[in-house]
């Protein structure tokens, strides 16, 4: 003979409400449902529910002849009939359909048909984690048929091992503390790697136990990647595509806790257009931000994928060169001053611009971002107003 459960899927598959109950000393206890028997139970909310229809269950139900089928019936509100079929001889366990007059069906149908159509993921499983509903857009997601899921859990439909363990544990979750539980997680569907937002809510029993989880899920890679263009555009000067000053000093806070670990090198440049007031008084405003935006591709030019460059705000720049000696880091600054100074507008000859340069490598006493940017803008000015050399470098 079948088993319950796969009495339970082909019924499922059949939209027929119906469900698994066993019969002991202190009652008919459900022991797994089809999702049309739940929706049966939700659309009649208030006039017929789960701990109603055992209560009659356990009245009615036969003192001798249980091993063979029979029906339990209630004759209003709402009128219902309970057709009950013992599960391979056993006069305890049964398979149960239930069976309404058609008016009491169509709010189950239309809570189901708004299910069926949801573009969200839903699904159902129970304590031994296998699916005992899933809606169409499983197969959107996965490429399987949703209907082949019914009795089997994730790692026998072939999810991945990791992808598989992380829902038991969030099921089981949901089972050990009665609150719902979300997990998001990447899956690799048949249009590509998707980001899913997945929330798993309890089902209770009659006796308040939970008794399955129901997992909606949800793709939220649309919304992920609006989430990291926000960040990023939070991070970043619009003008030049730099990263801004807060951005710049996290990173910058990072790399020297790197280089104190590490015991490596970090070197930092900063610079400041000089006279740029007299371009905005000659070009306008709009050719001033030509030449910023000029600046900033001359610095990323000069960027690997480690090193970092942002805007700090008017006109002045900053890089952090990773791994970098301070010999190889007034190279880059030489380097940087000649290509401000051929920098053109219209096409025409180079308008003149130049830049001043502090140099330095970090060291012990830059304990922060802000202890070493302090220093090297302190040199900076000092180049910009003929105090230091040309480079900008201390300890010269």
Known sequence: ???????????????????????ADDGVAIVSRTPEFVGV?????????????????????????????????AAHDPPWQCALQPLDGDADDHLAILSLPAAWQEPNDAFFSIVENLPDVVTRFDREYRYRYANPPMARLTGIPHETRLGRTQYEVGTSDELAGAFQSTYQQVFDTGEPVELEF?????????????????????EGRVQTVLSVVRDITELKRLQHQLEQLA???????????????????????????????????????NNFKRINDRFGHAGG????????????????????????????????????GEAAARKVAQRIDECVSNIML????????SVSVG?????QQ???????????????????????????????
């Open 289 to 324: 931000d030509q030449v910023l935006e000029a600046v900033g591709r001359i610095l990323l030019s000069e960027n690997d994928s480690h090193h970092i460059a942002a805007r700090l705000g008017g006109d002045e720049f900053c890089v952090a060169l990773v791994d970098t």
């Open 366 to 396: 830059d304990t922060t971002a802000l202890d070493l940017l302090a220093r090297v803008d302190k040199l900076m000015y000092q180049v910009k107003f003929g105090s230091a050399d040309e480079t900008g470098s201390e300890g010269r």
């Open 235 to 273: 991070g970043t000067d619009p003008l030049t595509s730099l990263l801004n000053r807060r951005s710049f000093v996290a990173r910058l806070d990072t790399e020297l806790a790197r280089v104190r670990r590490e015991r490596g090198e970090l070197s930092l440049l900063v610079l400041d257009l």
């Open 1 to 23: 003979m079948m088993s319950a459960n796969r009495w339970l899927a082909a019924l499922a598959a059949a939209a027929v409400p119906a469900f698994h109950c066993r019969r």
């Open 346 to 353: 219209d096409g025409a000859e180079p308008i003149g611009v």
């Open 359 to 363: 140099v330095a490598v970090a060291d």
């Open 41 to 73: 139970m939700q659309a009649l909310a208030g006039r017929l529910d789960e701990r109603s229809l055992l209560e009659r269950l356990t009245d009615q139900w036969p003192t001798s002849g249980a091993d063979a089928p029979f029906t339990i019936a």
């Open 186 to 206: 990447d899956y690799p569907g048949p249009s590509g790697l998707r980001h899913y937002l997945g929330r798993a809510t309890p089902e209770f029993d009659h």
